[in-house]
């Protein structure tokens, strides 16, 4: 299985940028996938979630509202739209994914198996 990122750049705070993550050597109909976020010298935070039906999905708070995941399994890509872009939203971002079955509805970042290599996303005046 393997992920790759797309869609990182440099905006303005305000801005709106779509990140992709795109599967390939495995079914994406059968991986819950998760973005998640680094900064230098942070730990690695959650960002959003999404199951494998589409129909259960997180976001953290200071996220709610602003981003919005969504997967297209025909095109093996998860999206992560992100509005109203902030200074603080500035990170690696990371989508990974998993194909096992969890107790819990939205897997913890320890779960997910797969990892892609990240893309920079930059929010800067």
């Known amino acids: 299985v393997q992920l790759a990122e797309s869609g990182g750049g440099l905006v303005q705070p305000g801005d709106s940028l779509t990140l992709s993550c795109a599967v390939s050597?495995?079914?994406?109909?059968?991986?819950?996938i998760g973005w998640f976020r680094q900064v230098p010298g942070k730990e690695r935070e959650r960002v959003s979630a999404?199951?494998?039906?589409?129909?259960?999905?997180y976001y953290r708070p200071s996220v709610k509202g602003r981003f919005t995941i969504s997967r297209d399994n025909a095109k093996r890509t998860v999206y992560l739209q992100m509005r109203s872009l902030k200074y603080e939203d500035t990170a690696v971002y990371y989508c990974?994914?998993?194909?096992?079955?969890?107790?819990?509805?939205?897997?913890?970042?320890?779960?997910?198996?797969?990892w892609g290599l990240g893309t920079q996303v930059t929010v800067s005046s």
């Open positions: 990974a994914g998993v194909d096992r079955p969890l107790p819990h509805a939205i897997p913890q970042q320890s779960d997910y198996d797969y």
């Open positions: 050597g495995f079914p994406l109909d059968y991986l819950h």
């Open positions: 999404i199951n494998t039906g589409g129909d259960i999905i």
